[in-house]
Nanobody, 127 residues
């Protein structure tokens, strides 16, 4: 089992940047694919970005954030990060970190593929 705790959310002006962090505990974080999802008010949870468990591994991004967001991980520190640049009002949401123990180097992009979730961190972008 692994526990996930997100941090780094907050209020930022349009065009600004934030870096979200996800700290994993309870189990060695290697062999866990990880991802970020978000949920805006009145909407379902949507995929933002995913990363395979190998150091420097494969990544995937939603079209809406491609070129603006960067996912990374540090397995030694059991951390996953989401660097978010050029933020706009449509990025306002609660952001969730997710993980799943996996043997392959796959990137997981759908909500039901993940077993573990954090509690979320609020990101609000003011225009």
């Amino acid at each position: 089992q692994v526990q996930l705790v997100e941090s780094g959310g907050g209020l930022v002006q349009a065009g600004g940047s934030l870096r979200l962090s996800c700290a994993a505990s309870g189990s060695p974080f290697s062999n866990y694919a990880a991802g970020w999802f978000r949920q805006a008010p009145g909407k379902g949870r949507e995929f933002v970005s995913g990363i395979s468990w190998w150091f420097g591994g494969r990544t995937s991004y939603a079209d809406s954030v491609k070129g603006r967001f960067t996912i990374s991980r540090d397995n030694a520190k059991s951390m996953v990060y989401l660097q978010m640049n050029s933020l706009n009002s449509e990025d306002t949401a609660v952001y969730f970190c997710a993980a799943k123990k996996i043997l392959s180097n796959a990137v997981l992009t759908t909500e039901n593929e993940y077993d573990y979730w954090g509690q979320g961190t609020q990101v609000t972008v003011s225009s």
